[in-house]
Structure formats: C-alpha cells, structure tokens
C-alpha cells in the first residue's frame, strides 16, 4: 500500500523573500480522512457537560498566553507585520475571544423557553428551544490574520460541542502549524482539532468532505468558487469576503485627530486589513488640501523591516500582491486619479509597496471602480456634496464590510452611519471593531453573510432544536374527526386575538 505525501509548504519572509520554514502539507485524499476522524471524537465531546468543554477552552487559552510572543514573532516573519501591531491585532484579540468564550458561551447557548401564552388554542405546554452542535466544522482561513481569522471561529466551534477540521492558507502555514501547537498542548480529545496544510486543492477537499458547515474568510472570488460547491451539497456556511470600506469626513471632523485615525486605518497591515479604509468621502469641503495634507502623513510613515520598532509599515504578502496594487494603482490614473502620494513599489528586496493616496474630482467614479476591492496601502480621497451623496457614494460599492463616519456632531455622523449598507460602522471609530470580542462581525453585499465573534458568531455554530414535551393525556384540539367544537374555539380565539 503507498501513502499519500504531498509537497512541503514553504513558508517565506516577505520582508526578503528567504525561506522561512518548511511546513508539511496534508495530501488532499487524506482530508476527509480527518474530517471522518473528527466526527467520532465530535460525538464523546458534544455529550460532555459545558464544564468539561470549558476545561478545554481554559488550557487552549492558557497556551495561547504563554505562546503569546512567539505567535506575535512568527506573524511578523511571516506576514510582514510589525512585531507590536501583531501582538496587538492579532495575538491580544484572540486571547481575548477566547476569554469571551470561556465566559460567555454557557449563557448564549442556554436552553430557553418560550411559553405559547397567547396562542392558547393550542393548548400547548411551553416549547424548549435547544442550541446543538453541527458535527464537524470546516474553517478556511484567509493569511492576513492568520491567528485572529481562526482562533476565535475554532474557540466557538468547540465550545459549541462540535469537532473542527481547519485549512490555514497556504500563505500562512507556519502560523496556522503553531496555532495548531497551542491547541494540540490543551489535551483536547484526539482528532477534535485537526489542522490541514495546503493550498486550494486542499481546501476544495475540505468542501467537498462531509462538513456540517463551512466557515471561509477569502477573497470575493474563491467565495463563490467556495459557495458554489457548498450550494451543490447543501452544506451551509458562514462567508467573510472582501470588503472596499469608505470613510466619511464631515465638515466640522477635526483634521488632526481625522487624519491621525484614517492614517493608521488604512495602512496597518500594509493596508491588507480586510476592514482598512480605502475610499475617504469629504462632505461639502475642498477635497484637495485635505488630500495632500493625508499624503503628506502617509509619506512619514516608517517603512522597513517589521522586526524592527522603528517601523509602522511591513511589505506585502508575496511579490504577486504588490504587482496586483501596482496595476489598480496605475488603472486609477488612468481613469483620472491624481497620484499624490506613493504609487511605486520600494526598491531592493521585499514586497514593500509605498503608501499610496489618490485623488479624484467631485464626480469622478472611474478610479475608484479601477481599485474596488484592492489589498493594500491605497486610499482614494473624493468630495461629495452632502451627507446624501456621501451615503450614495459609500453604498455604490458592491461590498458591503464597514464603513465610518467622522465629525465633532454625533448626532448627524449616527444619522449618516445609519444609511450604510455595511454589517460593521463606526462613529470616529473604524477598523478596530474587529478586536471586539463581544460583537459579531461580518459583511453585506458581496462582503458575505453569516457573522464571527460573539454571541452571534457562537450560534452559528449550532442549530437550534425546539422540544415540545407534554402528557399523553393532555387534552389536544388536533385531531380527526374535525368538530365544530374547535371550529367555535378558532372563532372566539380569532374575534379575540386577531381582532
Ligand atoms: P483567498 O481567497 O486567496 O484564500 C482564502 C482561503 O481560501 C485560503 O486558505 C485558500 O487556500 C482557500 N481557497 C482558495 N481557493 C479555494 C477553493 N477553490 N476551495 C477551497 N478553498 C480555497 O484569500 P486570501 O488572499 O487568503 O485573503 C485575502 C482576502 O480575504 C481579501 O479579499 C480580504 O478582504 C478577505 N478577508 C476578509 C475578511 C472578512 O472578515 N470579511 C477577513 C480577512 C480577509
């Protein structure tokens, strides 16, 4: 008999393109394998009380902590991120998901009752709501926030009573194969966490094995490759896709602390934050001054080796990605952008890309439809000439992620913010949101559907059982022969309730 082997991953430092690590990498015929594996431990681990889960959690979320600089390391290498943005974006958030959950799950995924009350009629006793596990959960994640994307949607799963099979991208195998360490050390059931290692053609098998769910972070593309495959089954899923979130400046938002805000919003991560900003809308202000101001910031920040602390902005995730902004870059000019800032790839080694701001007249949509849906440091800044064309212009997007709106006047900022088809919006708040443990997250449009963290992001890990439960002898209006009993019940019951 031969066994299946497949080709290491190798892991590489963006920052010089050197090997990193050699990861190894799961044969596509041995994923349902683990999925099959999973389902058996899922079955012991769903019927243990919550105490025992919770048990689990707390030895997963102390492993994590006292894992914590090396995860924050190992993101660095091999994202690009500057060491103390990935403790702080990626390594602190998942902790505290994890925290949340050990918390929080034995109150959200409580039994309830709800009593018939008013429907009398059907002289029903209360009805009892249950929220129980899926089965196996298939996790495929996305690079750019290779701990925080999987830790909490994995922490959920499990706390839920499911068993979970997760793909890290192929880009960020040596984090996924670390994370998989801190879960591997908290003495969970064999196979209750099994991690796969490859790229499309192993999470293709990840889809096409007897999941019960599908959580995908991706791109709009693969989504719907994704999404298809899974409607062919009827496997549902949760789908976090890309997003082009806007920003809103409105006259009275301070400039300083506006742009200080956006600044850092659109460049962390390199501008590869799935809710960075991208498009900034100036209500009914010239456009021009305030754009070459935010160029003029974006041009100081610090560039450079992300281990280093004297640095704010790492590469890029591969050579491909940088090209790919390159040319949106140059197809905004072409459709009429101004470059005033970056618009260039750094020279030397390393897929750094400069901070990139545009500008486009008043009217002027072209260049932002040439950068919809873009993966890096770009922003574009248009005016607008009111809070109606701002909503306008913030909803002609088809993604649908977050959005914020800035200004002293809360008041009209939340009225604006209102009109936003996105699933996440700030007020003078934007990107951070994602760090909240307690609150769901997750996109409209063609951004995707279902919800991660919190409450939310906890009952999709289950499906909801109603148990009705009363005596034999219980008298029931339901029954043959029909009489016109219960026809003069209905009458009373219809004069009186649905008057
Ligand atoms: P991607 O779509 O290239 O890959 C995502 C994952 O899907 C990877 O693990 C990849 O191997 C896998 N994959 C690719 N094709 C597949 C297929 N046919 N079947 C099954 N799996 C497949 O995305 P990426 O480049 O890793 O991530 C960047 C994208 O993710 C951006 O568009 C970003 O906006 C988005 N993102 C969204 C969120 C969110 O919360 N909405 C969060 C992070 C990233």
Redesign the pocket.
């Known amino acids: 008999m031969t066994t299946a082997v497949a080709d290491p991953l190798i892991a590489r430092n963006p920052s010089t393109g050197a090997e990193l690590a050699r990861v190894a990498g799961t044969p596509p015929e041995r994923v349902s394998q683990c999925v099959d594996r999973a389902a058996i431990a899922q079955r012991c681990w769903a019927d243990r009380p919550w105490s025992g889960r919770r048990e689990g959690l707390r030895r997963w979320h102390r492993e994590l902590g006292r894992r914590a600089e090396e995860l924050a390391e190992a993101v660095c290498a091999e994202i690009g991120k500057p060491a103390g943005e990935a403790m702080a974006a990626e390594v602190i958030p998942s902790l505290d998901a994890l925290r949340w959950t050990i918390r929080s799950a034995a109150r959200v995924l409580r039994d309830r009752t709800e009593s018939p009350r008013w429907q009398r009629w059907l002289l029903m006793p209360p009805a009892r709501i249950e929220r129980r596990p899926l089965g196996v959960v298939g996790v495929?994640?996305?690079?750019?926030?290779p701990i925080l994307?999987n830790a909490p949607v994995i922490a959920h799963a499990i706390a839920a009573g499911n068993a979970v099979v997760w793909?890290?991208?192929?880009?960020s195998s040596r984090c996924g194969a670390l994370l998989q360490e801190t879960i591997d050390a908290a003495g969970l059931p064999e196979g209750l966490v099994s991690i796969v290692q490859?790229?499309?053609e192993?999470?293709?098998a990840?889809?096409h094995a007897n999941v019960a769910k599908l959580i995908?972070?991706?791109?709009?593309?693969?989504?719907r490759?994704?999404l298809e495959?899974l409607g062919a089954r009827g496997t549902p899923a949760v789908v976090?896709?890309?997003?082009f979130d806007a920003a809103v400046v409105l006259p009275d938002a301070p400039d300083d602390r506006t742009m200080a805000a956006l600044r850092w919003s659109a460049f962390l991560g390199a501008g590869?934050?799935?809710?960075s900003v991208k498009r900034v809308f100036l209500v009914d202000r010239p456009a021009e001054a305030w754009a070459e101001a935010f160029a003029r910031q974006a041009e100081a920040i610090r560039i450079g080796d992300p281990k280093r602390p004297d640095v704010d902005l790492g590469p890029l995730?591969s050579d491909r990605?940088r090209d790919d902004v390159h040319d949106r870059v140059r197809a905004a000019v072409a459709a009429g952008a101004r470059l005033l800032a970056g618009g260039e790839p750094v020279d030397g080694p390393g897929s750094f890309y400069r901070p990139t701001v545009l500008l486009a007249d008043r009217d002027q949509e072209g260049p932002e439809r040439a950068l919809e849906?873009i993966?890096g440091p770009v922003v574009i800044v248009r005016e607008v000439a009111d809070d109606r064309s701002a909503a306008e212009a913030v909803n002609a997007s088809r993604f649908g992620?977050s959005a914020s709106v800035w200004g002293r006047d809360r008041r009209r900022a939340r009225a604006l913010a209102d009109r936003l088809d996105v699933g996440v919006v700030g007020v003078n708040e934007a990107t951070t949101f994602?760090a909240l443990a307690s609150a769901p997250?997750?996109?409209v449009k063609a951004?995707?559907f279902g919800r991660?963290h919190g409450a939310e992001g906890l009952v999709e890990m289950t499906a909801p059982r109603t148990v009705v439960s009363r005596s034999i002898k219980a008298p029931r209006p339901q029954v043959f022969p029909y009489s016109n009993r219960l026809g003069r019940v209905l009458r009373v019951y219809r004069r009186l309730v649905h008057r």
Not at 140 to 145: D, E, S
Not at 216 to 223: D, E, I, R, S, V
Request: proline letters at 2%; aromatic letters at 10%.
């Open positions: 495929i994640g996305a690079w750019n926030y994307l793909k890290p991208s192929e880009l490859g790229g499309s192993v999470g293709s990840l889809v995908f972070t991706g791109g709009l593309h693969n989504g490759r994704v495959a976090e896709l890309s997003g590869q934050a799935c809710m995730i990605a849906g993966f992620l994602f997250a997750g996109g951004s995707g991660v």
